[in-house]
């Protein structure tokens, strides 16, 4: 049996946990707790402390692994035990919090660092009425035009499929070059 | 109760609070790598601060703030070696060369810019020793420490954001690749001049820190002004070993096998 797995990282409440369930097959193993600070307490009631661990059954010999990341600053030990050996990763952005944009360029270069893997950013809330458009975000993040960055609906499943998809076309296409 | 720690844990802009609000009189000594800081308070007031690395003698501070002259600055020294401020202060003021207002709003401009410095601060073991009064043979002042605590808190949210864009020092620049961008019109500070001549995926950002005499602060400043204007790009050190998997396929056999393991993934998420 083979097991690959693909990180899931993002700022605090960008939506890491539910979409990892919109795919998983079985619930999503989560290590949620409630939040003690007040800031993010008003936000949403439960956080991710360790990771969150979703599963994606391929066939008999081979499983994929959805590994969600604590969003908190004071959680990013975890980030390097997580990206070992890694096939991808994708950043969840919050379209609707733009203060959170620079944590969520912080993290993508923590992670760049950590496992020069392929990677795809997706913003997440696009169905929010106060989310900033995927345009305005690729701006903001002074993101280069070749990385990619996908509108996301993180409790939509078809959204999700499509976010992971560009993300295994992306891989495909680093395993082409390296190949040159 | 000893108070002693290390900055990573208790910043400057929280000690000189505490102090502030505890009115305390004694002395706070911060030791980082080669340098060592002192800073005297009077009842919680700031009454002197220095620095190891720098001359901070009376005649040295009146010529930094240009109140006396490169060879006025050397001829006093030679002369009075052996006075104290105190002793030089009077001597100048009586024979005309400069008032009482100079020497205070100098000792002044010099204190806040010591203690500017230490905010940039970030590492570094400081303990405060009630029972170690200002020294005798300096001019202490009283500068209130409220403004000083806003602009040091000033800074620390600065260096959180700064943090948040540039998580690592391990990384390393490249320049951004813009034919468009022309070096020559680019208005850099001498700092960022300084910066620019070491830009080399080879040179991690830490290693141009030291090259370039930088604190984290003033080095992470730089660099975000550079990818704020877009002449630079973060990108990982030429040898730093990788961790994917792609970078681990070393033969044609491996390669298939891992292509064929990424089809598998997404015929099986497209009917997911």
């Known amino acids: 049996m083979q097991n690959v797995k693909i990180v899931v990282t993002g700022p605090f409440n960008a939506g890491k946990t539910e979409f990892i369930r919109s795919i998983s097959e079985i619930e999503v193993v989560s290590t949620e707790r409630k939040i003690s600070t007040g800031e993010e307490m008003r936000l949403k009631e ?5 990771m969150d661990f979703g599963r994606i059954s391929v066939d008999d010999d081979l499983v994929l692994y959805l590994f969600g990341t604590p969003g908190q600053k004071r959680f990013d030990f975890m ?9 991808g990763f994708i950043v969840l952005i919050d379209s609707t919090r733009p203060e959170t944009y620079r944590e969520a360029r912080g993290i993508l270069q923590t992670f760049k660092i950590y496992a020069p893997t392929p990677y795809v950013l997706a913003a997440n809330k696009q169905d929010c009425e106060d989310a900033w458009s995927v345009e305005d975000i690729r701006l903001a993040l002074r993101l280069d035009p070749k990385i990619k960055l996908l509108p996301c609906v993180a409790t939509n499943k078809e959204s999700v499929k499509n976010v992971l998809l560009e993300l295994l076309y992306e891989i495909l296409g680093e395993m082409e070059k390296s190949s040159e | 109760m000893a ?12 000690l000189f609070n505490l102090i502030n609000l505890a009115k305390k009189t004694g002395t706070l000594t911060i030791e980082r790598s080669s340098e060592v800081a002192r800073v005297n308070f009077r009842e919680g007031k700031l009454a002197y601060a220095q620095l190891s690395s720098e001359d901070n003698s009376l005649p040295a501070i009146l010529q930094r703030s240009k109140k006396i002259s490169h060879n006025q600055y050397q001829v006093i020294q030679s002369r009075a070696a052996n006075m104290t401020d105190k002793e030089l202060g009077l001597l100048l003021i009586n024979a005309g060369y400069i008032t009482q207002a100079d020497i205070l709003n100098s000792l002044q401009q010099y204190l806040i810019s010591v203690v500017r410095r230490l905010f940039t601060w970030v590492d570094g073991f400081f303990h405060f020793d009630a029972s170690l009064p200002p020294p005798d043979d300096r001019i202490p002042i009283r500068i209130d420490l409220e403004n000083l605590i806003i602009e040091g808190s000033r ?12 998580p690592s020092l391990e990384m390393s620049l490249k320049f951004a690749d813009r034919p468009d961008a022309n070096m020559r019109k680019l208005n850099l500070s001498v700092e960022e001049w300084r910066v620019v001549k070491f830009i ?14 930088m604190n984290d602060l003033e080095i992470r ?3 975000f002004s550079l990818l704020q204007a877009g002449v630079v790009e973060l990108t990982r050190p030429t040898d730093m070993p990788v961790v994917g998997i792609i970078n681990r396929i070393t033969t044609p056999q ?3 096998a891992q292509v ?3 089809n598998r993934l997404i015929n099986r998420i497209r009917v997911a």
């Open chain 2, 155 to 166: 800074q620390i949210r600065e260096w959180e954001q700064l943090q948040e864009e540039i």
């Open chain 2, 260 to 262: 064929s393991l990424v």
């Open chain 1, 46 to 50: 439960t956080t991710t402390v360790a």
């Open chain 2, 221 to 223: 400043r730089v660099v």
């Open chain 2, 3 to 14: 108070l002693k720690g290390n900055l990573r844990d208790f910043s400057v802009t929280q």
């Open chain 2, 254 to 256: 491996e390669r298939e």
């Open chain 2, 200 to 213: 080399n995926p080879k040179n991690t950002i830490k290693q141009i820190a030291e090259a370039t005499k």
């Open chain 1, 79 to 87: 980030w390097e035990i997580l990206s070992e050996g890694m096939l």
